[in-house]
């Protein structure tokens, strides 16, 4: 008999716990001749959405202000590797980059980071809060729009799409991988 694959509820969870596990994400900008740009990242997880910090004199910078279209993806890779192959899951989120410019949401995404991370809380790295225009630090918000998540405790090359309310704090369809693959003809 088939294991019974996991409901949106579930998968939820499972997104949002390999995001609060997960340090660094690779993260995916559109350059200015339109070519994709890759960037390792630090994330700091609020449910689906996710916080990154930066600089102001960056690459991934001016190209999020240009087009906020990123992209990014995360994954659990078993300490064994190969041998744990059954245990490793991922997501691919499609969605966009939001400046943050709230000081209010500004200090809630330093409270991420150093909730989720230890060492965030002892770099010094977040010792004041500013607004973008003051700091050379700033905050990127990723509303996720769509999402793959693939899991392999619930079956080798088990995987679904998973869609996001327009604001990224819910999932509001899990449809079948398939359902990108149909695209192709």
């Known amino acids: 008999m088939a294991a019974q694959d996991p409901s949106p509820a579930e ?10 596990e997960q340090e660094i994400v690779t993260l995916a900008t559109v350059a200015s001749d339109g070519s994709p740009s890759a960037s390792v990242m630090h994330i700091a997880a609020d449910g689906f959405r996710v916080y990154m910090h930066t600089f102001v004199r960056t690459r991934k ?9 990123v992209s990014y993806a995360a994954s659990h890779l078993p300490a064994r590797g190969y041998d744990e192959r059954e245990l490793t899951r991922s997501l691919q989120v499609k969605g966009r980059a939001v400046l943050v410019d709230d000081l209010g949401e500004i200090e809630h995404a330093i409270e991420l ?5 230890p ?4 770099s010094g790295l977040y010792t004041k809060a500013k607004l973008p225009a003051e700091s050379q630090q700033i905050f990127f918000r990723i509303d996720p729009d769509e999402a793959v ?3 392999n405790r619930v079956r080798m090359r088990w995987r679904v799409v ?3 309310a327009e ?3 819910q999932i509001t369809a899990v449809r079948p991988y398939g359902d990108l693959l149909a695209v192709r003809g």
Not at 61 to 69: D, Q, T
């Open 11 to 20: 998968i939820g969870h499972a997104i949002t716990e390999l995001l609060r």
């Open 61 to 69: 910078y001016g190209e999020m202000l240009a087009n906020p279209r």
């Open 113 to 117: 980071s150093r909730a989720q991370f």
């Open 119 to 122: 060492w965030a809380d002892r």
């Open 149 to 151: 998540w693939a899991d």
């Open 162 to 164: 998973v869609d996001f």
């Open 167 to 169: 604001d990224g704090s």
